[in-house]
Structures are given as C-alpha cells and as structure tokens.
C-alpha cells in the first residue's frame, strides 16, 4: 500500500553545508513565513512542488549512499517541513530501518505544544538524529516584523528539543539594520546559553543573491538596498554568540563528521531555511 506523498520543490544530491557529512537533501514545499530575508519564495506554495512516496525519495536518496561514508545522511529542509510532518515521519521511519543518518533544517514555525500537532512532533523526533534551527529574530516585535508570525512558538519549541537532549544545530542569518545588532546578538547568546542541547552555533551573513526569483515572481524585494554585513560585523556577531564554543558536532553526534577542526562556514546565508 501506497503511504503519504509528499509536496517536493526540489533535491540536492550532494549537500555539504546541511548537516554533518555529505547529505542528500530534500527540499520540501510550502512555509507559512514570509521573511524579508528568504531566498526561495519559490517555495512559499506547497502545492506547486511535485508528489513523491517517501519510498520513491528514500530510494533515490540511497542512490547516493556510497558518497556519505559514516558523516553524512539525509536532510529535509525547505520550505518548511513540519508542514508535510506525516511524510517526513514515513521518511525517516524508512531511513532508520537503512541505518540513514537523518535531519530536519526547519525554521520551527508550525510547532505546537498541544493536541495532535504535538504528538507527530513528539513521534517524528523519535526518526530524526539532529535538528538545523533558525533563530530568526530575539526580540518578539522585531520577529513579526521580520517573518510575519509570532516567534513564541519557536522558543517554545527549543525548549521541548532541550527537554529531551534533542541535538540542534542553531543558524542565525545576520542582516544589517535588522539582526545585525549587539544588543540583540547579546540576547540572542543569552538565550542559547539556556539550552544543553546546542552542539553548533553559525553565523550566516545575508546576501542578495535570491533577488532575481522575486524578480521573476513579480514580488517585491523588501531588502534590495540592504548591503551584506562586512567581516567585521560578522567575526563580530561569531564572537558574541560564542560560536567557537560550541564543538560537540565535531565529535559527541552520532554520525558527525569528527575532522578536528571547524568546517568552513559559507561567507553568505544559504538562504534554504530562511524561507
């Protein structure tokens, strides 16, 4: 019998910013955010993307099996995905039985503690190793104003992943004018010192380079004037949110690459999971 299908924008077969290893990642459609910052409004509409049986994903995913060697796995990212939650549960389900080290980059914005919302979290986080977080905005009214939704949610559910040792990876896009602030960066670090469950902390400086999809779409690019933040800013922004502090990925995670030293992070946002 056939299982859920799932709404899929696109795929990558050889990730390597994504998660620990090589992975291959599943970019699902459909988010219910509107960051200004997002660089795949193409994603924004989940029925648009294509169908797939989490079957046919897994076993186009195992296609690539051999590349990942003991690192890598794969990663559904977005899009958010805790929108097609029964098909990322199916998915993994799968992968555990393949031995597939799994991952979910999400931006959190679906989560809720109650009700059966809670549950198909609770039971997909049984299939998942490791969590790519957003911390989109710290400040409440500046988070609204930034995604066009409340981040209490969010916060609510990092303390959920905390409470069951749930290992994160927390990503933090840096804007000038927006987030690109030390008093919210201050609070930002604050806030992470809380949780146990932080095995990485990065910085993603903003960039334009997703300007030209809104162009296409015939949607206004709200941060068109908005320049990248320069290195000082972001060595910076690296320093108080004690991102060398945080190396359990190198080694603690299951899976995790363990090189010794920190793989280079991307000098602009990947954008993926800012959508």
């Known amino acids: 019998m056939e299982g859920t299908k799932g709404y899929i ?3 990558e077969s050889f990730g390597s910013v994504d998660g620990p290893g090589v992975r291959y990642i599943v970019f699902l459609s459909g988010c219910p955010l509107r960051c200004k910052f997002c660089h795949n409004p193409d994603t924004w509409n989940m029925t648009a993307g294509q169908t797939y049986s989490a079957s046919e994903v897994l076993e186009k995913a195992l296609r690539c099996k051999s590349y990942w060697d003991k690192d890598g796995g ?13 098909f990322v549960t199916e998915l993994f389900t799968l992968a555990k039985a393949k031995g597939v080290n799994t991952c979910i980059d999400t931006s959190g914005a679906t989560f809720s503690s109650e009700g059966e919302a809670f549950e198909k979290f609770r039971r997909l ?3 998942t190793d490791l969590l790519l977080v957003d911390i989109k905005h710290i400040d409440e009214e500046e988070h609204v104003k930034l995604t066009g939704r409340t981040g209490k949610n969010i916060r609510e559910m990092f303390a959920y992943l905390d409470s069951i040792n749930k290992p994160i990876w ?3 896009v840096l804007v000038p004018g927006i987030t690109d602030n030390d ?3 201050e609070q930002t670090r604050d806030f992470i010192r809380t949780l146990h469950n932080v095995y990485r902390v990065e910085i993603l400086p903003y960039h334009s380079l997703g300007k030209m999809k809104y162009d296409q779409l015939g949607i206004d690019y709200v941060l068109k004037d908005t320049e990248s933040p320069t290195k000082e800013r972001v060595e910076n922004a690296r320093t108080i949110l004690e991102c060398s502090k945080y190396r359990r990925w190198e080694s603690e995670l299951d899976g995790a690459t363990d090189c ?7 000098e602009y946002a990947c954008g993926r999971n800012c959508c």
């Open 74 to 86: 794969i990663t559904v990212s977005g899009g958010e995905p805790l929108l097609q939650m029964d």
């Open 125 to 127: 986080m049984e299939v």
């Open 183 to 185: 008093k919210y960066l």
């Open 9 to 11: 924008h696109s795929f």
């Open 260 to 266: 010794g030293k920190d793989t280079p992070v991307s």
């Open 170 to 172: 927390i990503r933090h």
